[in-house]
């Protein structure tokens, strides 16, 4: 298994509270993804980082914001969660092939719920 | 734009019948495709992927995807399905910078 841990697990959060999500790697991928999976909806890309400090919007990004410091980490942001910010968030990870992505590996997922 | 269409929200098997899983995409290129399956309470865990070559793809736990550009579709096979198979499949296309996924099917499995 591809070494990705998601910190914390399980996340209970009061409606306009600011919520920090972590993913951590420890395979060296230059690659780093932040997805929600809602029933109904599969799993729907929120941002991503193709290297230190280089990150971009997903189809989903409202109401969030990330951060990469270092090669190992990459933060998920909900600037003020709201309710329909509750959701399941899995991180996934990818290494490039002759500058195209190789397939994504996830992390175990974070539950979050926003009261 | 690419996309990615699975038309079975549900399907139910019986444990050792085969299995056909649907995909259908839209893609401007040669496409990379994946499958992944996802037990319940689970990350996503890849089960095969095609990128180029022999459009018959072989993939853990007994899977197989065949490629067809004609039809635009990368459908999941298994020939006898076990009671561990029950989870949710979701199709993937890229390449590029993201990946797009399907909405997923689940599948049961009757015993």
């Known amino acids: 298994d591809a070494g990705i841990t998601q910190s914390p697990r399980h996340k209970v959060t009061e409606t306009g509270t600011p919520v920090t999500l972590r993913c951590h790697q420890t395979?060296?991928?230059?690659?780093m993804y932040w997805y929600r999976q809602d029933p109904g909806h599969g799993l729907r890309l929120i941002h991503y980082?193709?290297?230190?400090?280089?990150?971009d919007k997903g189809e989903v990004s409202d109401g969030y914001s990330v951060s990469r410091s270092k090669t190992e980490d990459f933060l998920l942001t909900l600037e003020s969660a709201t309710s329909s910010q509750t959701s399941v968030y899995f991180c996934?990870?990818?290494?490039?092939?002759?500058?195209?992505?190789?397939?994504?590996?996830f992390g175990p997922g974070t539950r979050l719920t926003v009261t | 734009a690419q996309s990615v269409t699975q038309p079975d929200i549900h399907i139910t098997v019986s444990e050792g019948a085969s299995l056909e899983l649907r995909c259908n995409y839209s893609y401007g290129a040669t496409p990379y495709l994946f499958w992944y399956v996802q037990s319940p309470g689970q990350g996503l865990q890849l089960l095969l992927k095609?990128?180029?070559?022999?459009?018959l793809v072989q993939g853990i736990k007994g899977f197989e995807a065949e490629f067809k550009r004609s039809q635009s579709s990368f459908n999941l096979r298994k020939p006898s399905v076990h009671w561990s198979d029950a989870a949710e499949y979701f199709c993937?296309?890229?390449?590029?910078?993201?990946?797009?996924f399907g909405k997923g099917t689940r599948l049961h499995i009757l015993p």
């Open positions: 996934a990870i990818s290494e490039s092939i002759a500058g195209d992505p190789y397939e994504q590996y």
């Open positions: 395979e060296n991928h230059r690659y």
């Open positions: 993937a296309v890229g390449p590029y910078d993201k990946i797009i």
């Open positions: 980082s193709y290297g230190v400090k280089d990150t």
């Open positions: 095609y990128f180029s070559g022999d459009t």
